[in-house]
């Protein structure tokens, strides 16, 4: 029997790019420029965030405000907090520009090689199925995740009707098997599972640590967990997610073992790293046994894997 996830799964001399929010490195975030790109320099996985609008419009953006540091409304840069995406509409979201970085910010400092554009605004789910289902990019795949936190309810709509907006878009288009669908909130996943067991699913993990910078969901009594433990699954994370019925395994680069990779993959499980972007990350991901490298520089994680004799592709060879 074939495998509908082999083009995800790492094989020999083959490691997969997922170009993480398009190539946000390069590019601005979650743009259907960026999105092109990527396909159009080999890259077939783009990982995308979706949150909804006002009037319930899934779109690809990442926070649940508009960033003021990549933000502009009639040419002015936002003060201060932007806007909740959920608090606009779409008409009222596709006016703001989020073509490019303002310099003075840290976010700006971060990417300094991003090309700054103008006119550009925040795209819907449905643009970018509406790209991948044309005959130049039938071979790509979207790794979506959608965005939502347990304690912030008030910035996604409720969670059978959030699952319920993003899969009316996908059942629109003949994206076939080209779909995973990935969360940090796994009672996402659990709704997903229910109405829509054939969609294969990713976990995504941020273990517990000093000063994190964005909230761990695999902790005791996690509400990101859905009732789930890993004391269920003899405290090891890729079984847990096996048993859960997880297809995709997806953990921060820096929480990952070899050991526990090699677990994931006996379980049946594809291991995808994030965001993995410097070359020592890249090769670290590597050498641990990945099948997916998540990353802001897809081009640079081309170069590191032909310089090891690697691929990310079938049709391309070192």
């Known amino acids: 029997m074939?495998?509908?996830?082999?083009?995800?799964?790492?094989?020999?001399?083959?490691?997969?790019?997922?170009?993480?929010?398009?190539?946000?490195?390069?590019?601005?975030?979650?743009?259907?420029?960026?999105?092109?790109?990527?396909?159009?320099?080999?890259?077939?996985?783009?990982?995308?965030?979706?949150?909804?609008?006002?009037?319930?419009?899934?779109?690809?953006?990442?926070?649940?405000?508009?960033?003021?540091?990549?933000?502009?409304?009639?040419?002015?840069?936002?003060?201060?907090?932007?806007?909740?995406?959920?608090?606009?509409?779409?008409?009222?979201?596709?006016?703001?520009?989020?073509?490019g970085l303002r310099p003075d910010t840290a976010y700006a400092g971060h990417y300094p090689d991003q090309a700054f554009l103008s006119g550009v605004c925040v795209p819907t789910l449905a643009d970018l199925a509406a790209l991948v289902s044309t005959a130049p990019y039938a071979d790509c795949w979207l790794n979506i995740e959608i965005k939502s936190n347990p304690a912030h309810p008030e910035h996604t709509p409720p969670i059978a009707d959030y699952v319920a907006g993003v899969l009316s878009v996908l059942q629109r288009f003949p994206l076939g098997n080209r779909v995973i669908v990935q969360s940090f909130d796994w009672r996402i996943l659990k709704e997903l599972k229910r109405v829509a067991p054939e969609i294969p699913r990713s976990h995504l993990s941020y273990l517990d640590r000093e000063t994190p910078p964005m909230d761990p969901n695999i902790l005791d009594g996690s509400e990101w967990m859905a009732g789930a433990s890993r004391s269920d699954a003899g405290g090891s994370l890729p079984d847990l997610i096996a048993d859960l019925g997880g297809a995709v395994w997806s953990p921060y680069h820096t929480d990952i073992t070899a050991k526990e990779v090699a677990r994931a993959q006996e379980r049946g499980l594809i291991v995808n790293a994030w965001t993995v972007n410097t070359p020592e990350e890249i090769n670290a991901a590597i050498d641990a046994g990945i099948d997916g490298l998540i990353t802001d520089y897809p081009a640079r994680a081309q170069r590191l894997l032909l310089a090891r004799g690697l691929s990310w592709r079938d049709d391309i060879h070192a």
Do not use: Y
């Open 2 to 99: 074939s495998d509908p996830l082999a083009p995800l799964r790492k094989a020999p001399g083959l490691v997969r790019i997922h170009g993480h929010r398009g190539a946000r490195g390069v590019l601005p975030e979650n743009t259907l420029i960026g999105f092109r790109h990527c396909f159009d320099t080999g890259i077939e996985i783009v990982e995308i965030d979706v949150l909804m609008t006002a009037d319930n419009i899934p779109v690809l953006t990442h926070n649940p405000r508009l960033m003021a540091a990549a933000t502009r409304l009639d040419g002015r840069w936002l003060e201060g907090e932007g806007p909740a995406i959920r608090g606009l509409s779409l008409a009222a979201l596709q006016a703001h520009d989020v073509g």
